[in-house]
């Protein structure tokens, strides 16, 4: 980190490490080598930074998008609009229209209203829309509960028993082009054994179709691999090969068949920071607090889901010592982190809030009329 630099930006901010994010892309690109058929549609929920989705882009690799507005963003970046594919349970009617447009790969349809609007909107077009139909395959993931997405409860998706009735409603309507199938079944996944429940769920669901005739071109996996959140320096390139590998070696991949995968925190969590500046250090009766100038409005992550960031002092080589980092926000959750063991802090002290290029800048707010954050590349 660029130490010096960040001592005349203005905090908060958000660092992003180009390098990092070149060298996690290269060993994507490595992995996905090795395996015939395999495409990845960056989600762009994860991180849209305009100077991130370039780089992104300019690496070749497609769009996961869960909104108009995310497809605008793909689009202006420079992304192929043929490698885009959109998701999302509530797509608004302008939303359709632009995938239709712009010529999207295809609409992640999870509902049969939803294909009849699309099927709809597509014939006032006199256009083809391309679909795949997202199954909920009621499969567990072992993470936070509002990040499993692959569950019966959950809104996502068509359920496994509506599948042949989603297919064969469209196949008869004309505007309509099956592709194949979507899963997702959540975020901040380390087990591989996860995805391989997935894996053999998708076997017998395409050996049931085949059963009946229905050929399926395109498999989609969506993401869900986590990063190191505790170890950053350590670990700053996710377990690719493990990830593909897996799906490699439980996936039955039929001859010619596509498989798609949608990563988005493991493309771009590690390379981020959030660079905060100590505002006051107060000696409580049985606490010290680290007060930074940066607050749940701009990493939004450890009050929504408990989730822990690794957080450094970058300007102090004291002995470490013992606080709360907690920010401005007038809320009790405002915490970036109970009991951490920080070089001693003094006011102006530079911290940084690491493993935060995925789900921060994209989720910050102006909660308590504060600005929003900026974000610097280099």
């Known amino acids: 980190m660029n130490i010096e630099r960040f001592k005349t930006l203005e905090t908060p901010f958000y660092y992003y490490d180009k390098g990092v994010l070149n060298d996690t892309i290269a060993a994507i690109k490595s992995e996905m080598s090795k395996h015939d058929g395999y495409h990845l549609h960056y989600a762009i929920k994860a991180n849209a930074n305009i100077e991130v989705l370039k780089v992104i882009q300019q690496a070749g690799l497609g769009v996961d998008a869960v909104s108009g507005g995310e497809i605008k963003q793909a689009l202006e970046a420079g992304f192929d609009a043929g490698k885009i594919v959109y998701a999302g349970v509530g797509k608004a009617d302008w939303e359709i229209n632009l995938g239709l447009n712009a010529g999207i790969f295809c609409f992640n349809v999870e509902s049969l209203e939803e294909l009849r609007i699309i099927n709809e909107l597509a014939a006032a077009k006199n256009k083809v829309a391309r679909v795949c139909f997202r199954i909920n395959p009621n499969v567990g993931a072992h993470t936070h509960a509002n990040i499993t997405t692959g569950l019966a409860e959950n809104k996502f998706g068509i359920a496994m028993e509506d599948m042949e009735l989603a297919i064969r409603e469209a196949e008869e309507l004309s505007n309509i082009e099956f592709l194949g199938l979507h899963f997702h079944i959540g975020s901040q996944i380390l087990e591989m054994d996860d995805f391989a429940a997935l894996a053999d769920r998708i076997n017998a669901l395409q050996d049931r179709l085949e059963s009946q005739g229905i050929k399926i071109r395109v498999i989609n996996v969506g993401g869900g691999l986590g990063i190191a959140y505790d170890d950053p320096d350590g670990k700053p390139i996710p377990d690719f090969e493990s990830y593909f590998d897996t799906y490699a070696s439980n996936l039955k991949q039929r001859p010619g068949q596509e498989v798609h995968f949608e990563l988005g925190r493991a493309v771009v969590g590690q390379m981020g920071s959030l ?32 989730a822990h960031h690794e957080i450094q002092n970058l300007t102090s080589e004291e002995t470490r010592e013992v606080y709360d980092v907690v920010g401005p926000i007038c809320e009790s959750s405002d915490v970036f982190g109970k009991d951490e063991k920080l070089n001693a802090c003094h006011r102006g002290d530079l911290i940084a809030i690491r493993s935060a290029g995925a789900y921060g800048e994209i989720m910050a707010c102006q909660y308590n009329c504060r600005r929003l954050p900026k974000a610097y590349m280099f």
């Open 275 to 306: 660079i905060t500046r100590v505002l006051y250090v107060k000696h409580a009766h049985i606490k010290q607090f680290a007060i930074v100038d940066a607050g749940m409005s701009d990493l939004i992550r450890p009050a929504l889901y408990g």
